[in-house]
């Protein structure tokens, strides 16, 4: 009885959740110039064709909006809408006006520099580096064509946001593709979290006050994990969720201490407003309830992809010949096996803009801003 008396708690409180992030809602004052983004294939925008346009083979086409890792827009986009800017071009793209922000994000970024890995001896690292330490460096570059001088620039970033991430989820995988052991994975995760700490820092010393920090998505939910790591021991799978424990294990403790170092960064720096933002909780609850929120087809199966019981196909993956794509993209939460949709993109936006899900909610943090 009890135990039924709690699932239906759950249920209410996900269906509250649900209402909460997709109604209308008032218009979000108009309170940043621009916004600064970085982090990898969650939030590239383009930076990833144009870097690497002519020298890969097989180069996978990506729907519109142009070279989006979805079949449309990312929660990067939506934050730009719902703060009344243009969607952030990317960086990459020499001779655009960066005014208004600027997106450094590229696919395959790693929170940790290249040397990291071939020190450890892991190779399946992307053939070209865009690591976070990189991506600060082309935002050094970008600085210097929207403001001309320190206190110009400090000026201009303390009314704009900056979107730190998703960092991490490649380092892991690259790890977890040497055939790390969970243990020494874990081990990885200090290091990861005070590099991020640090690029955090970069950005503060240069006049940033509010900065949104996203968590790691539950690697065990995603079809690419499910299909590459596959185990006949049942006992490796949550049973809720048919998502992979050990992989999302690493996710949480990761995000666990990225919450203490941001905790404590916000204490050492208290005129800024440093934002946790969770992608790990809506989409655990995608999985364990994905028809409340309207995914019929799930949340571990993709939409676009080449065949298997997770519809992922590493030779035939979205975008290659071989690849099919679903009829309804909006009811899978998973588009290509590793990225998600449109519209679970928009939930999450959603919630981070009003809540739940980010820590404290954007929304909340601007009128604040305001009346002080």
């Not at 600085?143 to 989820?169: D, H, I, M, N, W």
Request: hydrophobic letters at 40%; a neutral charge.
């Amino acid at each position: 009885m009890e135990r039924g008396r709690a699932v239906a708690v759950a249920v209410a409180v996900a269906g509250l959740v649900w209402v909460a992030a997709t109604v209308a809602a008032e218009p979000l004052p108009q309170y940043y110039n621009a916004i600064f983004s970085f982090g990898d294939s969650f939030s590239d925008t383009g930076n990833f064709v144009i870097i690497n346009s002519g020298k890969l083979p097989n180069m996978p086409k990506f729907p519109p909006p142009y070279a989006r890792c979805s079949n449309g827009r990312l929660v990067i986009d939506f934050l730009a809408e719902a703060f009344g800017l243009p969607l952030l071009p990317p960086s990459a793209n020499k001779g655009t006006n960066f005014s208004q922000g600027a997106n450094f994000a590229v696919m395959g970024a790693t929170a940790l520099d290249l040397k990291y890995f071939k020190d450890n001896n892991v190779w399946s690292i992307p053939p070209f580096n865009t690591s976070m330490s990189v991506q600060l460096q082309w935002f050094d570059e970008v600085k210097q064509t929207v403001c001309s001088s320190p206190q110009e620039c400090r000026e201009f970033f303390s009314k704009a946001l900056f979107v730190f991430g998703e960092f991490g989820g490649n380092d892991y995988s690259f790890a977890w593709k040497a055939d790390w052991s969970l243990e020494k994975v874990k081990t990885m995760v200090p290091r990861v979290v005070a590099s991020m700490v640090g690029g955090i820092e970069r950005l503060l010393d240069e006049g940033a006050r509010h900065v949104v920090v996203p968590g790691n998505l539950p690697a065990g939910c995603i079809p690419i994990t499910l299909t590459m790591y596959a185990s006949d021991d049942r006992s490796e799978y949550d049973p809720r969720t048919g998502c992979l424990k050990k992989y999302n294990s690493v996710a949480l403790y990761h995000n666990a201490m990225l919450r203490i170092a941001l905790d404590q960064l916000q204490r050492r720096r208290p005129d800024s407003r440093i934002v946790y933002a969770d992608y790990y909780t809506p989409y655990i609850q995608f999985a364990r309830t994905p028809h409340l929120y309207g995914y019929k087809r799930g949340a571990l199966r993709a939409c676009c992809g080449g065949g298997g019981p997770y519809n992922y196909n590493m030779s035939a993956s979205c975008g290659l010949p071989g690849a099919t794509t679903c009829e309804d993209p909006d009811a899978h939460v998973s588009w290509d096996g590793i990225h998600l949709t449109e519209a679970p993109y928009r939930f999450i936006a959603n919630t981070w803009i009003r809540g739940p899900y980010a820590h404290p909610p954007l929304a909340s943090v601007v009128r604040d801003d305001m009346v002080y």
